[in-house]
Nanobody, 124 residues
Framework: QVQLVESGGGLVQAGGSLRLSCAASGLSFSDFAMGWSRQAPGKEREFVAAINWSGARSYYSDSVKGRFTISRDNAKSTVYLQMRGLKLEDTAVYYC?????????????????WGQGTQVTVSS
């Protein structure tokens, strides 16, 4: 079955950087658009970044544009989220997602498979 396993979360000071990874298995990775969403305590899940199968197209939410970069390595079946200039409000559980609908979705309901999430905590 499809498995998405996130890693790379942790505790970082405001202004710092982290790189999240999501290793996929059980799917033909290069057929899937991939994305990242996040959910902070008491808040709705927010979709923050997505990338098409080849890496040629990407999407970013306004809240992370210019600070986060999504990329993928199809040979490794892995998608990454490089996060720079982290802010307190970036604290959340970050989830990896996959869809094979043929487009880069920007909403959580456009993705069919989800990982278990990795915690990112930004401290002052």
């Amino acid at each position: 079955q499809v498995q998405l396993v996130e890693s790379g979360g942790g505790l970082v000071q405001a202004g710092g950087s982290l790189r999240l990874s999501c290793a996929a298995s059980g799917l033909s990775f290069s057929d899937f658009a991939m994305g990242w969403s996040r959910q902070a305590p008491g808040k709705e899940r927010e979709f923050v970044a997505a990338i098409n199968w080849s890496g040629a197209r990407s999407y970013y939410s306004d809240s992370v544009k210019g600070r986060f970069t999504i990329s993928r390595d199809n040979a490794k079946s892995t998608v990454y989220l490089q996060m720079r200039g982290l802010k307190l409000e970036d604290t959340a559980v970050y989830y990896c997602a996959a869809n094979n609908r043929g487009y880069v979705g920007a909403r959580t309901n456009e993705y069919d498979y989800w990982g278990q999430g990795t915690q990112v905590t930004v401290s002052s």
